[in-house]
């Protein structure tokens, strides 16, 4: 299982210089972008699936912004359209705030290889039609903060012991002094307490892409670093406070009745860090099933729940108690 470091994205945003910028409300120049996009494409040796964004399945949309892949202020947009590749982790949006945005996803938080993907994507869809540039500035984007290399990029960072002792806050601060954002990872609406956490890159503009991304990996693998003090030092005190959090996790998952994906992934990091400490004897695989049935696309656990005739919240509570205690 996972942890620290859950997973990274990037994006770069792109905008033809014969086209009108915004083309979210202008069908004519969504479009336009679309046919570009497609012959690309059709020549790649992947195998792309064409998504129109606003009738995709909420919970692969979910999962596909979870991921960097969409951008979450175009999920109602009727213009949008997206072109996944079969593995979901190489994604061309096009017609959101820009023209396209070409995000790649890593599982295992490497920028670098998302970089990578990217980059050939982006040259290859500009050979006919070059994208906007300013000598100055770099790449215009519909949104000022995006220009200049137009890249953004996200780490995903599990941190409950910065989170248990209130370090977040301190964490941000510092964060915010390098021009990266430290912010929580549950949507706005959502209050999981799973410790889970983006950083991100504040500035684009008169930084390379490359740069960036070397600043924010930096940057991760100083909290993942003092994450990691902070469980040893936690462990060898056997610290009470600690303690209880992770107790009163298992004692939630070992017996109740009902639990929501949010909440079970409050479970999944308080029974995380007491696997790490050495508090709980849970296995690997455990952990993993835990994270991808609340974290996951939840369409299959909606389904079988209606099929028992059971809530999901309730089918949600059974199935972990059968995953941490034989179900009783």
Avoid at 16 to 32: G, H, I, M, W
Avoid at 236 to 256: K, S, T
Wanted: aromatic share 4%.
């Amino acid at each position: 299982m996972k942890d620290f470091l859950m997973g990274g994205a990037v994006c770069l945003r792109r905008n033809y210089a014969d086209l009108p910028f915004s083309p979210d409300n202008r069908a004519d120049v969504a479009q336009a972008v679309n046919e570009r996009v497609l012959p690309v494409l059709e020549k790649e040796e992947d195998t792309f699936t064409y998504l129109m964004v606003q009738q995709m399945e909420p919970e692969q949309r979910r999962v596909l912004i979870a991921h960097g892949l969409l951008d979450p202020d175009s999920a109602d947009n009727a213009l949008s359209s997206a072109y996944l590749r079969q593995d979901d982790c190489l994604c061309v949006q096009t017609a959101a705030a820009d023209h396209l945005r070409i995000a790649a996803y890593d599982e295992d938080g490497s920028l670098s290889d998302c970089l990578a993907l990217c980059l050939p994507l982006e040259q290859a869809l500009a050979v006919d039609h070059p994208y906007a540039r300013s000598a100055q500035y770099g790449h215009l984007t519909a949104r000022p903060c995006d220009a200049g290399s137009g890249l953004r990029a996200s780490l995903l960072l599990h941190l409950p012991m910065l989170t248990l002792l209130k370090q977040i806050p301190n964490m941000t601060r510092l964060c915010g002094m390098a021009g990266l954002l430290l912010r929580c990872a549950a949507p706005a609406q959502e209050e999981r307490g799973d410790a889970l956490y983006l950083l991100e890159n504040r500035m684009t503009l008169g930084i390379e892409a490359a740069d960036i991304v070397r600043r924010l990996q930096s940057h991760a693998e100083r909290l993942t670093a003092l994450e990691r003090q902070l469980r040893v030092k936690a462990a060898e005190r056997a610290d009470d406070f600690v303690l209880d959090a992770i107790y009163r996790a298992y004692g939630v998952a070992r017996y109740a009745r009902k639990i929501s994906r949010a909440e079970g992934m409050h479970l999944w990091s308080a029974l995380t860090l007491g696997q790490a400490l050495g508090t709980l004897n849970m296995q690997q695989a455990q952990l993993e099933k835990l994270y991808l049935m609340c974290a996951g696309t939840q369409s299959a656990l909606e389904a079988a729940a209606k099929q028992q005739s059971a809530a999901p919240d309730v089918l949600r509570a059974r199935r972990i108690r059968d995953l941490i205690h034989g179900g009783n």
